[in-house]
């Protein structure tokens, strides 16, 4: 006898076998298992597709911040370096993340990414610039962390925070939050308000650091590393804006000014001018360290060089000239340094890399980008695959879920209104981004004729024959300078509204063969600076432009025209800037606002057409049910 195959399978099947052995018995028990096998496949399928879903746009949402960089890059790209730091497996590195000094890296010794921290919120367990950092001897990172008013643009908040090993927050141990009168008087008082907290120190247990409390007074102040307990150590009077700051014991604290000094706080807690050896000719120190073998290290600008002060001597501890004899290609503008165990590291601020040098042999390495862990590598590619795979099980559950809502048997008055809903959100839609697009074209080209016309301004009002007259640091208290401060300040006028918020004016010139930036109120007074490669057109060609350029300090945007003496000469430039962030969060205040707006009032709307069509639907079926019994 011959079988299909189908009947033998069937026969020879677990549940058949049961079924034909233990009649009667068994046959509800077989039936209901196979039932609830069906049924539970059907259910576990659902429940794993609506899991997979939620998982996919979790992870969307909780690491969104995978979107910030590219997601197909092997490294991250260093931009702009600021500061580096020692670490005992690698660096710290602080650079201009996004706008300003608003990352902080954690890279190997070899050169892999360890950790990584954006800055640029203003949440209170957030970090808004990383302007200073420290370690204790737990790994613990204390970032001074500063931020900027969106009204004014000077120092609001100024504070430390304590992180883990692993950049995750812990606790706020010092914060100082100024109001509209105090960051005026922070500005009007002479006070680098950036810096409100210049330096911060661990020694042991406790933390130390200082902060400008009024009136150029500044204070050392000890705590521990709780910030249960705040001391005042020592206070004393500030006479130029302070570049630098070192040292927590009285005798061994000293700090740079914008007059190109260096002051020792001596044990009486006195302030003394250390006499630097006139033959290393012009001196402009900034960054400072202490070192029990060396003594006072520090940088000099104009020059180059590591000088090291002790015992009322000055030696040459490295020239940076020697870098290029070893085959270095760049350009290099040291500022923020560490000497530490026979190395310097540094950056360099033309080319915004990192650099590692060894004082002996002048070996440099050049440190551009951080590797990517491989586990990094796949998480990127994981992220790019929930945005497809939550993207095809949305739309498959628009088709299952909400398709059916506009069969056929819903009312055709509640169809159309919902076609007519999603029109009109989408038309909103649209015209949103149409309209700020016109707006936000017209308010730019508006921006840039106001900048042209503030640097022609500056151009006839800024005297270039006093800006030739400043030759040296010790300059700022010369008349020629007082007279070049008031005349910058009358470029922008007595006008302080929102419109002239965060605008600054800059003077360019050449000194020592480098470029230096003089501003009004001598923050800046002289300091070498990376010019941006657009401005050259102003210095050789006479050219008044508008530019957006990116450096250490942010992204800016620029206008420049150039200052001629009486032979005719363009001898400097002047630079009206405004830091892009500013506007940038302005222009999302508005954004918002009419986003929100738009949305509010299409809901509004949508709510009141869906309503009325359900009640429109309501009142034909009570009325055909009261007239003809039932619904048609």
């Keep these: 006898m011959a079988f299909k195959r189908s009947t033998v399978r069937s026969r020879l099947s677990p549940i058949n076998f049961l079924r034909t052995s233990y009649q009667p018995g068994c046959t509800k028990f077989c039936g209901a298992v196979m039932k609830w096998s069906d049924f539970s496949k059907s259910r576990y399928i659902r429940i794993l597709k609506v899991a997979v879903c939620a998982a996919s746009f979790a992870f969307i949402i909780f690491r969104h911040d995978l979107l910030n960089k590219s997601l197909f890059d092997k490294s991250i790209k260093l931009n702009a370096v600021h500061s580096v730091y020692p ?36 949440d209170s367990s957030s970090v808004y610039n990383f302007y200073k950092m420290v370690t204790d001897n737990a790994g613990n ?12 643009g000077e120092t609001e908040i100024s504070e430390i925070q304590v992180y883990s090993p692993d950049f995750k927050y812990l606790r706020t141990i010092v914060r100082n939050v100024y109001d509209s009168y105090m960051r005026k008087r922070i500005t009007e008082d002479y006070i680098y308000s950036a810096a409100m907290i210049p330096s911060i120190e661990i020694s042991g247990e406790y933390l130390y650091y200082y902060h400008f409390d009024e009136h150029n007074m500044l204070s050392l102040y000890k705590t521990d590393l709780l910030g249960s307990e705040k001391i005042k150590m020592f206070s004393t009077k500030i006479e130029y804006p302070i570049n630098n700051i070192c040292g927590t014991i009285p005798g061994k604290i000293y700090y740079s000014n914008s007059r190109g000094d260096i002051i020792r706080i001596n044990e009486k807690m006195e302030p003394e001018l250390l006499k630097i050896d006139e033959s290393l000719g012009v001196v402009f120190p900034y960054s400072l360290m202490y070192d029990d073998e060396y003594g006072l290290i520090f940088n000099e600008l104009y020059s180059q060089r590591l000088i090291s002060f002790k015992n009322g001597k000055t030696n040459v501890l490295f020239d940076f000239k020697e870098l290029y004899k070893s085959g270095y290609a760049g350009n290099i503008l040291m500022t923020n340094f560490v000497f530490s165990k026979g190395k310097i590291l540094t950056s360099d601020k033309y080319r915004g890399n990192l650099l590692e040098i060894k004082k002996s042999t002048a070996d440099i390495r050049d440190i551009y980008e951080a590797e990517y862990f491989a586990y990094e590598k796949i998480l990127k590619v994981a992220y790019i695959f929930s945005i497809i795979l939550f993207s095809i099980l949305s739309i498959y559950y628009i088709k299952v879920y909400i398709y059916p809502l506009l069969s056929d048997k819903m009312p055709s008055i509640l169809k159309r209104a919902f076609v007519f809903a999603l029109f009109f959100f989408v038309y909103n839609l649209v015209s949103f981004v149409f309209f700020h697009h016109y707006m936000q074209k017209q308010i730019d080209q508006e921006r840039d004729q106001k900048f042209l016309y503030l640097a022609k301004t500056a151009s006839r009002i800024i005297d270039a024959d006093l800006v030739n007259e400043i030759k040296s640091p010790k300059d700022i208290s010369s008349d020629s300078f007082i007279k070049l401060s008031e005349q910058m300040k009358k470029v922008l006028g007595a006008d302080e509204s929102d419109q002239n918020m965060g605008i600054s004016v800059y003077v360019y010139k050449k000194l020592k063969n480098v470029y230096c930036v003089i501003d009004a109120d001598a923050y800046d007074f002289l300091f070498p600076y990376s010019m941006n490669s657009e401005y050259y057109e102003t210095f050789n060609e006479g050219a008044v432009k508008v530019t957006k350029y990116v450096d250490e300090n942010g992204k800016w945007l620029a206008s420049t025209a150039p200052l001629r003496g009486k032979n005719g000469e363009v001898s400097a430039l002047v630079e009206i800037s405004q830091p892009i962030e500013f506007i940038e969060e302005s222009e999302l205040k508005i954004k918002s606002f009419l986003f929100r707006t738009s949305l509010i009032f299409t809901g509004v709307f949508v709510v009141i057409i869906v309503a009325l069509s359900y009640s429109v639907v309501y009142l034909r079926k009570k009325i055909s049910k009261k007239h003809h019994g039932k619904y048609k």
């Design 141 to 152: 990172i204390y970032v001074n962390n500063v931020v900027y008013s969106a009204d004014d």
């Design 87 to 122: 670490a005992d497996d690698g660096y710290f590195v602080i650079d201009n993340g996004a706008n300003g000094f608003k990352r902080l890296i954690k890279i190997s010794e070899s050169g892999k990414r360890l950790y990584e921290m954006q800055g640029g919120s203003r």
